[in-house]
């Protein structure tokens, strides 16, 4: 299996930018599909952002596309969030998860889809 640990969360002002990290151990980094999600207090888990293992595809929710971007580095098993053009409605705890054994017919956007997950980090955007 793979340890997930978030880093990077804070408070930021609305329109700037925020990086949060996701640093794995355990298994090769490189076999896992990472994904972004978040949650905010009362509201489900939501998709955000995902990426294959060799980095060659991505997918974003409709409500953050063109604003994050989701990136790995495999040498150094970590994952990121580039936050730009944050909103107040970002606002929430972010989680990085991992996805082993798939295949990437179509990008996994569902919480099913993984099988590990970090404790999360917080994100808190001010107007």
């Known amino acids: 299996q793979v340890q997930l640990i978030e880093s990077g969360g804070g408070l930021v002002q609305a329109g700037g930018s925020l990086r949060l990290s996701c640093a794995a151990s355990g298994r090769p980094f490189i076999n896992y599909d990472l994904g972004w999600f978040r949650q905010a207090p009362g509201k489900e888990r939501e998709f955000v952002a995902t990426i294959s293992r060799t980095a060659s595809n991505t997918y974003y929710a409709d409500s953050v596309k063109g604003r994050f971007t989701i990136s790995r580095d495999n040498t150094r098993n970590t994952a990121y969030l580039q936050m730009n053009s944050v909103k107040p409605e970002d606002t929430a705890v972010y989680y990085c998860?991992?996805?082993?054994?798939?295949?990437?017919?179509?990008?996994?956007?569902?919480?099913?889809?993984?099988?590990?997950w970090g404790q999360g980090t917080q994100v808190t955007v001010s107007s």
């Open positions: 998860a991992a996805r082993g054994g798939g295949t990437w017919y179509e990008a996994p956007k569902g919480s099913y889809d993984y099988n590990f």
